[in-house]
C-alpha cells in the first residue's frame, strides 16, 4: 500500500528565514511526485511534478528535490504571502492516475 | 476557462437525507476524480472516472455512488447521510495519466 508521510506537521518562519518541507513515501513503483498548494478554504493549487531521482523543479522561491525515498520542498527567504499547506502526493505505477496524498505541512511566515 | 467548478459551495443535510454534488470542468480533461478532506488531514480518493460512462472507487467509496454521462460533467451522490460525511469535497480532473490534478473550490457539508 502507498504510504506518504509530510513533516514537520506546522511549520512557523519568519521573513527571510529559508526552510525545507519533508514528503517521505513508500510506493512500489513511481510515476510521480507531486506538490500541491492549499490556502485556508481553497482547493489545492498544483507546484510541481516530479518525475526520477536527482530531478528538481523551481518556482519563484519555490525549489521541490527527488530521491528515491522522499521528496523535499526548499523555501527560499519566504514571505508572508508563501503561508499556506503544502500537500504531497505520490501516483503509482500501477494504479492509474490516482493519487495519494500526504497529510501536508502548514507554513506560517511571520512578517 | 473557468476550470472546474462545484456547486454547492456549503450544504447542511440532516441524517438520512441525501443530496447530490455538481462538479463541471471546461478543459475536455479525460479523468476526473472526487475527494473528500477531513479537518487537519490529507485529501482521500472517493470514485475517479478515466472518461465517460467508466468510473471506478477509490479509497473511501463506501456511501457515495457516481455517474459520468459526459466528459464535462461528475456528479457525487450521497444516499443516506451519516455524521461521518461531514467534509470538505473537491473534485478534480486531469488531461492524462500522470498529469497534474485540477481542483475545483470544495464543497463544505455537514450532517447533523
Known amino acids: 500500500e502507498d504510504q506518504v508521510t509530510q513533516s514537520p506537521e506546522a511549520l512557523r518562519l519568519q521573513e527571510g528565514e529559508s526552510s525545507s518541507l519533508n514528503c517521505s513515501y513508500t510506493?512500489?513503483?513511481?510515476?510521480?511526485l507531486f506538490w500541491y498548494r492549499q490556502d485556508p478554504g481553497k482547493g489545492p493549487e498544483f507546484l510541481f511534478t516530479l518525475y526520477s531521482a536527482g530531478e528538481e523543479k523551481e518556482k519563484e522561491r519555490l525549489k521541490a528535490t527527488l530521491t528515491k525515498k522522499e521528496s523535499f520542498l526548499h523555501i527560499t527567504a519566504p514571505k508572508p504571502e508563501d503561508s499556506a499547506t503544502y500537500l504531497c502526493?505520490?501516483?503509482?505505477?500501477?494504479?492509474?492516475?490516482?493519487?495519494?496524498f500526504g497529510e501536508g505541512t502548514q507554513l506560517t511566515v511571520n512578517p | 476557462n473557468a476550470g472546474v467548478t462545484q456547486t454547492p459551495k456549503f450544504r447542511i443535510l440532516k441524517i438520512g437525507q441525501s443530496m447530490t454534488l455538481q462538479c463541471t470542468q471546461d478543459?475536455?480533461?479525460?479523468?476526473m476524480y472526487w475527494y473528500r478532506q477531513d479537518p487537519g488531514m490529507g485529501l482521500k480518493l472517493i470514485y475517479y472516472s478515466v472518461g465517460a460512462g467508466i468510473t471506478d472507487k477509490g479509497e473511501v467509496p463506501n456511501g457515495y455512488n457516481v455517474s459520468r454521462s459526459t466528459t464535462e460533467d461528475f456528479p457525487l451522490r450521497l444516499e443516506l447521510a451519516a455524521p461521518s460525511q461531514t467534509s470538505v469535497y473537491f473534485c478534480a480532473s486531469s488531461y492524462f495519466v500522470g498529469g497534474e490534478q485540477y481542483f475545483g473550490p470544495g464543497t463544505r457539508l455537514t450532517v447533523t
Open positions: 510506493v512500489s513503483g513511481l510515476r510521480g
Open positions: 502526493a505520490v501516483q503509482e505505477e500501477t494504479s492509474g492516475s490516482r493519487l495519494t
Open positions: 478543459m475536455n480533461h479525460n479523468y
